[in-house]
């Protein structure tokens, strides 16, 4: 894993930035949703999917850095070629 370009440890801001703006988000579109009829179900649905998203995105992102070009993870040592 590389090292952070700083070495000033993060603020609580900065940690919890993120995780509360996707909190606030699916919680105002989940009461959304339940209370609202019609086309706005479409965007209150997916307000309530981006924390998901979010979290799948971030995995497949960690994934495609562990992977090499042949799709052999990096430093497994058993490719053939």
């Not at 988000?25 to 949703?33: E, I, K, N, P």
């Not at 307000?47 to 495609?64: E, Q, T």
Request: proline residues 5%.
């Amino acid at each position: 894993m590389s090292e952070p370009s700083s070495t000033r440890p993060k603020t609580l801001r900065q940690i919890f930035a993120v995780p509360l703006l996707l909190a606030i988000v699916s919680g105002v579109g989940l009461v959304a949703a339940l209370l609202e009829d019609g086309v706005q179900d479409y965007f209150w649905s997916a307000a309530v999917g981006l924390p998901l998203a979010a979290i799948a995105w971030h995995v497949w992102r960690s994934w495609r850095s562990h992977v090499g070009d042949n799709g052999d993870t990096i430093g497994d040592g058993d490719s053939t070629e």
